[in-house]
């Protein structure tokens, strides 16, 4: 079984910045796109960042482009979400997600998603 954790996420105040982590443990992945969701409460589940095994593909939804940052270290199975200069709309419950072994490029679907986390809340105060 592959199981994510993550963690990192809490309270904030606007214009502050956080990093979450996305651990991966259980069965090995390799060659695997990994992702973040998001969804605040009364709304659907939001894409967004989503990063290549390689790393050097991302995608980010327009929101959070050039505030927030996807990497990953594949020696230590974690990816890391730098979250700069957040705002009240950031507030959400966000969820690591990991793409089945193989599937190496980035996706903004759920669907192409096979796991995910239990997810770490996130709340910027104004």
């Known amino acids: 079984q592959v199981h994510l954790v993550e963690s990192g996420g809490g309270l904030v105040q606007a214009g502050g910045s956080l990093r979450l982590s996305c651990a991966i443990s259980g069965r090995a992945l390799t060659w695997n796109a990994m992702g973040w969701f998001r969804q605040a409460p009364g709304k659907e589940r939001e894409f967004v960042a989503s990063?290549?095994?390689?790393?050097?593909?991302?995608a980010y939804v327009d929101s959070v482009k050039g505030r927030f940052t996807l990497s990953r270290s594949n020696d230590k199975n974690t990816a890391y979400l730098q979250m700069n200069i957040l705002n009240p709309n950031d507030t959400a419950v966000y969820y690591c997600?990991?793409?089945?072994?193989?599937?190496?490029?980035?996706?903004?679907?759920?669907?192409?998603?096979?796991?995910w986390g239990q997810g770490t809340q996130v709340t910027v105060s104004s």
């Open positions: 997600a990991a793409r089945e072994q193989g599937h190496s490029w980035t996706s903004g679907s759920p669907q192409d998603y096979n796991y």
């Open positions: 990063i290549s095994w390689s790393g050097f593909n991302t």
